[in-house]
């Protein structure tokens, strides 16, 4: 059995995902302690420049035209045979929009298990061990893969995106692409508006989530960020409200942030947010819920009501 560990690419308006250098770092780790390689995968039309900033043993590059767009079906056209052929021990997948939809066609196609939500992979005697998240976070499972082989989908930020320590530049290997399949055609893509913020650029951000209770008590957030410098966002129910633009919503379906600081207010920590936050320098998380999963992430914590610390943090901070 090849000890393989093959990375899907994630790469946008010509730049590769923060979440694939996530994963060629972790890739490296394990090829490194199965004795295998770290081989990325690299799908587009005229991307293969980048494959050369991509730390891993060896890249294996598609380049066609009906990859320049993400395509469910086009993707797992061009990723069947790669895979069917090199049978790596473990196919990484961001655990995003068009990965979880590639990793569960690739699963069914090649009768391959797949463990998605994923906070960790790791190798040991017995082969790849997996701790993925059930149940928005309340449960942490322990995956192994029968067979030994398998494909896993990982939650942004599980690892450092550290990529500079792969030692020069992937072999490239360019391989023909499958028929295209036209399946699914992609249309365009739809962009957020320019919010008032851009809370990707903030360093310090004051994220509230559902235990706010009432739209009015948004006033005390904001008056605790503007003591600490920093903005508002929120989780998924707030923006969904209506109480704080789209733009201001952290997580899955949101944005993806990593600030010096962010707390995390009446958040209860599930996996679609975590996988926009848990980059972040600094997680401080305040919930009145002491078996709330963002405790598993938060460097520090307090279980507390937010309505009780949020204003006593203001003044102390002298807002
Ligand atoms: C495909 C998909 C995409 C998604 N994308 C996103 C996304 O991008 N971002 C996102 O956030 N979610 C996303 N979600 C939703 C996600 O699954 C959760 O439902 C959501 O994150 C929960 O938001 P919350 O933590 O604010 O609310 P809840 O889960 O309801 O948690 C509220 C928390 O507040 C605490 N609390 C209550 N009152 C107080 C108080 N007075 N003081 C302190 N704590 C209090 C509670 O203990 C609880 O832990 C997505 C879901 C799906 C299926």
């Given at each position: 059995m090849s000890a393989e560990i093959l990375v899907l690419v994630e790469h946008r308006d010509g730049a590769v995902l923060d979440t694939t250098h996530e994963l060629l770092g972790r890739a490296r780790t394990l090829a490194a302690a199965s004795g295998g390689e770290a081989v990325a995968v690299l799908l587009g039309s005229g991307a293969a420049g980048l494959a050369a900033g991509l730390g891993a043993a060896r890249a294996i590059v598609v380049d066609?035209?009906?990859?320049e767009s993400f395509s469910p079906s086009a993707y797992q056209a061009a990723l069947v045979p790669l895979v069917r052929e090199r049978q790596p021990v473990i196919v990484l997948i961001s655990n995003s929009g068009p990965g979880m939809d590639v990793a569960a066609g690739l699963s069914a196609a090649l009768d391959l298990p797949l463990a998605a939500y994923a906070t960790d992979v790791t190798m040991d005697a017995q082969g790849p061990l997996v701790s993925s998240q059930l149940y928005a976070g309340k449960i942490e499972a322990k995956v192994r893969f029968s067979g030994g082989r398998g494909i896993v989908t990982v939650i942004a930020g599980s690892f450092s995106g550290d990529s500079t320590a792969a030692g020069g530049s992937p072999a490239v290997e360019v391989v023909g692409a499958a028929a295209t399949d036209e399946r699914i055609r992609f249309v365009g893509l739809i962009r957020p508006a320019a919010g008032d913020v851009d809370i990707t650029r903030e360093s310090v951000l004051v994220s509230v989530g559902r235990g706010i209770g009432e739209q009015d008590n948004l006033e005390l957030v904001e008056a605790l960020a503007a003591a600490l410098g920093g903005a508002v966002s929120s989780s998924r129910p707030i923006a969904d409200l209506g109480w704080l633009p789209r733009t201001r919503q952290v997580g899955k379906s949101g944005l993806k942030v990593k600030p010096k600081a962010y707390l995390a207010l009446g958040i209860s920590g599930a996996p679609e947010h975590l996988e926009g936050m848990?980059?972040?320098?600094l997680i401080i998380a305040v919930n009145s819920d002491p078996r709330a999963p963002i405790f598993s992430v938060a460097h520090y914590g307090a279980v507390a009501d937010l309505l009780d610390v949020v204003p006593a943090l203001t003044a102390r901070l002298g807002g």
């Open positions: 066609d035209p009906g990859l848990r980059g972040a320098e």
